[in-house]
């Protein structure tokens, strides 16, 4: 393969003492000729390649139709009505819908209306106290960046915005729908403000003269007295936390009171309908543990213990007048896997579970504002699309409320946990999926990774995980360090000076693979996106023997100087700095774009980047896609598909299974699972097998 070319710049940088090269910083320049002229050869690379992929196009029309099974997310009550998203068959966008006393259902927003191209995405949502007004936020282009709207259930009319800049903002409406306190990045950096709905100017109420990189989450006690206030800085595992009584102060100047500062540890709290702050926290307790205090001040009394094996997730009260006493609902994973504890209210002691469909991943827990006794969550797992559960706790029963909206026919698979064991002894759990009876013998293999930023690798539908399997394949996800799926702790143990960890893991699952028989290295493939991106770039340049090939997505790679650009600022707390001489070292001790060596025999490699992206800029992947071609020495290719118009996050769904397909029939064609002559289900409208 003869690739574009892309000359080498000699430029070196004095990191304390530390002469790190860049050769191809040019490339950081989206809009430079040279750049653009370079991308646009290697689109034509990857277009050729693509082209003569086998099974791209099976693969394609088999994960639309997995992707066609849809998804309802469990509702919100406000005043008399009810609101829920739902992605029905061949919508490109989950729809909001509004449900009255008559129960009539209606569209709210929907994202196509707004914009025919399915470049428009619902960002977050929130309705006010009675159910009468919707603050919703968009974005376009994938640039995540938000504007705020407001809207009249009733007539559907917007009634306030746009309020820009307002990215990952909660809102939290006072009673009476008249204002609410969001967040909204200025030049300084984001701060809380009060905006009263009509009025053109806000007043800030918190966060002046903070750092630029500070997060702030937002809660308002449902009977809206108690406003309360977190800051994260950046991806730093703790949080400050201040408590204001709206009863005592203005809504635009709150009294807000220290709950938490300068403590390594994540809080959050909120005050219930009988007066007490309820605290969840993971102070003392990496898996968490739920306390209960004064508003006013003084110390917490743990009422839920941390579990030794379970992460503390969600915390809901049911105290409607027909049950025989209040009730907390405790979500919690074990192991990755979700359940949900019944304990009793007052004094925390337990009283049993709630039945759930399956071994899978519930989503938040969703009661009326006046409790009740009944309680709503999504339900998924590997072959379940999203659907929505109702729990009666005067019954004890869990029912289907509302199944995925579409019939896709879902092969079956087989799945299986093995623990593996990793560099330095740590056990390492691993979920193998499988077609069932697909025989003995190695396989082509994708394995599958995150670890990072404590963010969890729970059961959940996936196209792209079925329609590889039904080819006969094996699909693997590992639950590596810096990931949350045992707690905080876990966390920890994959960040900053610990991060090689998540990468020896990911090494030792690969191994186990390997050892076990269900692959061999010329057919084991990996993948992973953002964070998980770097998890791939890592595993190529320190094992480039161990895979056949890697798709690298929306990476960051240059850990040198990924804080320049995009969030990578934010992630300090996660990384470590550039600027201290310490961090440097652990940085460059893994850095994928620095440890990319000469005439080495990489994996065939696909770098994916996304021209919205705001998150993690394009350059990481066009400059290791370059050092990457420059210095291979076998004949496996590297590419890189870079799309415009779209993000970090969310996409129209065409967009997705475009993607999806490509990256199965890469990891495909170079694993050698091939799909031409699999048997993949093709399933007609009416759900029959064509």
Request: net charge negative.
């Amino acid at each position: 393969m003869i690739y574009p070319p892309a000359w080498r710049q000699p430029i070196v940088d004095d990191l304390h003492g530390n002469l790190v090269p860049d050769p191809y910083r040019w490339l950081e320049n989206p809009s430079g000729a040279d750049t653009t002229a370079w991308l646009a050869a290697q689109d034509d690379l990857w277009r050729d390649h693509a082209t003569g992929l086998p099974g791209r196009h099976l693969l394609h029309m088999r994960v639309a139709e997995l992707s066609d099974a849809g998804e309802v997310m469990a509702p919100k009550w406000r005043g008399g009505r009810r609101f829920h998203l739902r992605q029905g068959p061949g919508q490109e966008h989950a729809v909001l819908y509004t449900v009255g006393a008559d129960g009539a259902e209606d569209v709210l927003v929907d994202p196509m209306a707004l914009d025919a191209t399915g470049s428009t995405t619902l960002d977050a949502w929130q309705p006010d106290p009675d159910g009468r007004l919707l603050a919703y936020q968009i974005s376009r282009h994938g640039d995540e960046r938000s504007e705020l709207y407001v809207l009249d259930v009733e007539t559907g009319r917007v009634v306030d915005g746009p309020l820009d800049r307002c990215r990952y903002s909660p809102v939290a409406w006072l009673p009476g729908g008249s204002a609410f306190y969001y967040v909204r990045t200025t030049d300084g950096g984001r701060r809380v403000f009060l905006h009263t709905v009509g009025v053109a100017s806000d007043v800030l109420v918190f966060g002046a003269g903070r750092d630029a990189t500070t997060a702030f989450g937002l809660d308002i006690s449902q009977d809206g007295r108690w406003l309360t206030v977190a800051a994260t800085r950046g991806a730093a595992p703790g949080n400050d936390l201040w408590l204001a009584d709206l009863a005592a102060s203005p809504p635009g100047s709150p009294a807000l009171r220290v709950v938490q500062e300068g403590v390594d540890a994540r809080t959050a709290a909120t005050v219930g309908r009988d007066g007490r702050m309820y605290v969840l926290t993971d102070l003392g307790a990496p898996r968490k543990r739920l306390c209960v205090g004064d508003p006013g001040g003084g110390e917490w009394v743990d009422l839920v213990p941390e579990d030794a094996t379970a992460v503390l997730k969600d915390v809901v009260v049911l105290d409607g007048p027909d049950l025989a006493r209040p009730l907390l609902l405790v979500g919690r994973t074990r192991h990755a896997l979700s359940e949900i504890g019944i304990y009793d209210l007052v004094s925390g002691a337990p009283i049993g579970e709630v039945p759930l469909p399956g071994l899978g991943s519930v989503g938040s827990l969703s009661v009326r504002p006046s409790g009740g006794h009944e309680v709503w969550f999504s339900y998924m797992d590997s072959v379940t699309p999203g659907a929505v559960y109702r729990f009666d706790a005067l019954t004890g029963e869990t029912t289907l409320w509302a199944a995925a909206p579409g019939a896709a026919q879902v092969p079956v698979v087989e799945s299986r946990q093995i623990v593996c064991t990793s560099a330095d002894g740590t056990p390492v759990r691993v979920i193998v999926f499988a077609r069932p009876g697909g025989g003995a013998g190695p396989r082509p293999t994708i394995l599958y990774g995150y670890g990072g930023f404590g963010f969890s690798l729970t059961p959940a539908y996936s196209s792209y995980l079925l329609a590889w399997v039904e080819a006969g394949g094996v699909f693997a996800t590992a639950q590596l360090r810096g990931g949350g799926e045992e707690g905080e702790r876990w966390h920890r143990d994959g960040m900053l000076d610990r991060k090689q960890n998540v990468f020896d893991d990911f090494v030792a699952v690969a191994e186990r693979l390997i050892t076990d028989g269900w692959t061999t290295p010329t057919q084991l493939g990996i993948c992973g996106e953002s964070n998980g991106g770097l998890l791939v770039g890592a595993a190529i340049t320190q094992r480039p023997d161990l895979f056949a090939a890697a798709v690298c997505s929306a990476p960051v790679l240059d850990m040198a100087r990924y804080e320049l650009s995009g969030l990578g600022a934010n992630w300090r707390g996660e990384y470590g700095s550039a600027a201290d001489p310490k961090q440097l070292r652990w940085l460059l001790g893994y850095s994928p774009y620095h440890r990319v060596r000469l005439r080495v025999d990489y994996p065939a490699v696909l770098l994916t980047s996304f021209g919205g992206d705001s998150r993690v800029d394009p350059l990481h992947a066009r400059k290791m896609c370059a050092a990457l071609q420059w210095a291979t020495g076998g004949d496996r290719p590297v590419l890189l598909r870079h799309e415009d118009g779209v993000g970090h996050g969310k996409s129209a769904t065409s967009r997705g299974v475009a993607l999806a397909a490509d990256m199965l029939a890469f990891l495909g064609a170079h694993t050698g699972l091939d799909f031409e002559s699999r048997q993949l289900v093709h399933a007609s409208r009416d759900g029959a097998p064509s």
